[in-house]
């Protein structure tokens, strides 16, 4: 099996790095309370007198530390791909794979992507606004659903005598932006939170089984 491409992305932003222990801890604060606007979808109507309100700092150690606002948005979406590609490849690391079924694979995954979404509806407004309006980020986008897809495939392939669609291959590249697509317009839009999310996972892997079937 070769071995996987790594999920290690330059940076889009260079996170500031201060020196000082005091401005450490702001920046974490200003990260954390921006993290917490974007999920409840109000980081846009927040100013900046009010974020630093928030995270217990001053107007001017934000702006020191981060110079706008934007550059806050950019680290926080940065932090949520870093995050997503971790725990994509520490899920997708294919020896502890061996000996264990597809249906546990495909479970493991879904549970995962379902954690990343929760709570994420802000998150995911800023990013498809920010891809709709920056070439650079809609690119970086791309980048991360095509390693998402490229080691989900490399799983599904080490299961593929489990898998009896027509065209194995193709199905395998189907099962990702399936999962992703459905899993995104929910949290966007509560399409399915009549679901409790114990349901919602064994109703996608429901979804994944039966096509690759």
């Given at each position: 099996?070769p071995e996987l491409a790594s ?105 995962m992507l379902v954690s990343i ?97």
């Amino acid at each position: 099996m070769p071995e996987l491409a790594s999920g290690v992305f330059p940076p889009m932003i260079e996170r500031p790095a201060p020196t000082q222990e005091r401005s450490r801890q702001a920046l974490e604060r200003l990260l954390l309370e921006g993290e917490k606007l974007l999920a409840e979808n109000r980081f846009d109507d927040t100013g900046v007198a009010e974020l630093a309100r928030l995270a217990e700092t001053s107007v001017g150690t934000f702006y020191r530390l981060l110079g706008d606002k934007d550059t806050l948005n950019r680290l926080l979406l940065q932090r949520f791909f870093s995050d997503m590609v971790a725990r994509l490849e520490e899920l997708t690391e294919l020896r502890q794979w061996e000996g264990r079924t597809l249906e546990q694979f495909i479970r493991a995954m879904v549970a995962m992507l379902v954690s990343i979404n929760a709570g994420r509806q802000g998150v995911l407004r800023a990013l498809i606004t920010r891809s709709s309006q920056d070439a650079q980020f809609r690119d970086r986008v791309h980048q991360i659903n095509h390693l998402i897809s490229q080691r989900t495939v490399a799983v599904l392939a080490s299961k593929s005598a489990a898998i009896g669609h027509p065209n194995p291959t193709q199905a395998m590249m189907v099962v990702p932006p399936v999962l992703l697509g459905i899993l995104n317009q929910h949290t966007l839009t509560g399409s399915l939170s009549f679901l409790s999310s114990a349901a919602l996972e064994d109703e996608l892997v429901r979804v994944a089984l039966n096509y690759l079937a």
